[in-house]
């Protein structure tokens, strides 16, 4: 039996992770939960949202499936995504974003991935305030980040069939920075050339995306580019409910949902769960486990063409009730 890291966290993140759960269990999976919690409901007791003990518990099973945690604002802490992912050297964030069946949206046959480096840019959190009236944040890009994750990007395309590799950034305005970006970007294209190259600015491949989205494949972004591009490529297949994430690292690698705690709708039963299940699935790909990671997408798949779905995607299920017919479904 494999063991894997289960980060709770809060908002929805109980009621998703218990539906992932669920649904993996049923699938017949069998998994010892390491259960690890971060965020405010750790900081009394162990004086960090982020203990070292979850980070201790990932690199010692390998992987993790964690559901979005909330960093508490104004006390000092640092973003505990953030500080999961440099802290593990997770440094690629791969957000794949294709047409769910029966979900409508205003496009069809989206199948764009966004890889997205995880570990600087302007998350490397350096800031100082030089007076009242003026403050400094540091964007930092570096050769080696930035060949790493240009390497995982063609790696992954061509593992996967894939055609094109876009590089994303604003190299027109950060001429130095993401200039840097481009250029490694353009020496790790160079040795594949069975790949498709191309550039876009950010600007413009976000209008591209909004007007014609089927004409991108691959999307290779530094860090922030690629947080706010793959809430936007979210938007294209059914929203941030059913957008699915990993981060990955040489050593450990963490899936999660694009979506973050949701407290709007936290303890209402109405979340959906779609995006940590299938966050989950390829959780199950990485630890070998693929035949029953496929059949619990079947299962979800099967669900929405049977036209049940939570609030988000226009439907009246309930979290639990939309788990129960994946479930109902992975049994048939
Ligand atoms: P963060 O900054 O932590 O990523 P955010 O500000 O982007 O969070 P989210 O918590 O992701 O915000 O929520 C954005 C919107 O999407 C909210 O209206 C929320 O209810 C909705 N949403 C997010 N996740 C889900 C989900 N799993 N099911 C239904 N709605 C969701």
């Known amino acids: 039996?494999?063991?894997?890291?289960?980060?709770?966290?809060?908002?929805?993140?109980?009621?998703?992770?218990?539906?992932?759960?669920?649904?993996?269990?049923?699938?017949?999976?069998k998994i010892d939960w390491d259960l690890q919690t971060a965020g405010e409901d750790v900081i009394e007791k162990e004086g960090s949202p982020l203990p070292e003990c979850v980070l201790e518990s990932v690199r010692k099973n390998g992987a993790a499936l964690k559901s979005p945690v909330t960093t508490p604002i104004g006390r000092g802490f640092r973003s505990v995504n953030?500080?999961?992912?440099?802290?593990?050297?997770?440094?690629?964030?791969?957000?794949?974003?294709?047409n769910l069946p029966s979900v409508k949206t205003r496009y069809e046959n989206v199948d764009i991935v966004v890889v997205r480096e995880n570990t600087e840019d302007l998350y490397a959190g350096i800031e100082e305030k030089i007076d009242e009236n003026t403050a400094h944040s540091i964007k930092i890009i570096t050769r080696?980040?930035?060949?790493?994750?240009?390497?995982?990007?063609?790696?992954?395309?061509?593992?996967?069939?894939?055609?094109?590799?876009?590089?994303?950034?604003?190299?027109?305005?950060?001429?130095?920075?993401?200039?840097?970006?481009?250029?490694?970007a353009r020496h790790i294209a160079e040795?594949?050339?069975?790949?498709?190259?191309?550039?876009?600015?950010?600007?413009?491949?976000?209008?591209?995306?909004?007007?014609?989205p089927c004409q991108f494949d691959v999307l290779l972004l530094p860090n922030l580019y690629g947080d706010i591009v793959s809430d936007l490529t979210a938007g294209l297949i059914g929203g941030l409910g059913v957008a699915q994430g990993a981060n990955i690292g040489e050593h450990c690698a963490v899936f999660e949902p694009v979506h973050g705690s949701a407290p709007?709708?936290?303890?209402?039963?109405?979340?959906?769960?779609?995006?940590?299940?299938?966050?989950?699935?390829?959780?199950?790909?990485?630890?070998?486990?693929?035949?029953?990671?496929?059949?619990?997408?079947?299962?979800?798949?099967?669900?929405?063409?049977?036209g049940v779905c939570t609030p988000d995607l226009g439907g009246t299920a309930s979290c639990c009730g939309f788990t129960d017919a994946i479930i109902k479904n992975l049994q048939e």
């Open 144 to 184: 080696g980040a930035s060949e790493r994750i240009a390497k995982f990007a063609f790696e992954y395309a061509v593992k996967n069939n894939r055609k094109q590799v876009s590089a994303v950034t604003k190299a027109n305005i950060c001429k130095l920075s993401d200039g840097l970006f481009l250029e490694a």
């Open 82 to 98: 953030v500080t999961l992912r440099k802290e593990l050297d997770l440094y690629a964030n791969l957000r794949p974003c294709c």
């Open 1 to 29: 039996m494999k063991t894997i890291t289960l980060i709770q966290g809060d908002g929805i993140g109980p009621e998703i992770t218990e539906a992932a759960v669920k649904v993996i269990d049923a699938a017949g999976v």
């Open 191 to 212: 040795q594949y050339p069975q790949i498709q190259y191309r550039e876009i600015l950010v600007d413009n491949c976000c209008m591209q995306l909004v007007q014609n």
């Open 264 to 306: 709007d709708i936290a303890g209402q039963n109405k979340a959906n769960p779609t995006a940590i299940i299938l966050s989950a699935v390829e959780m199950l790909n990485y630890i070998g486990e693929e035949k029953n990671g496929k059949r619990i997408k079947s299962a979800l798949f099967e669900t929405f063409r049977q």
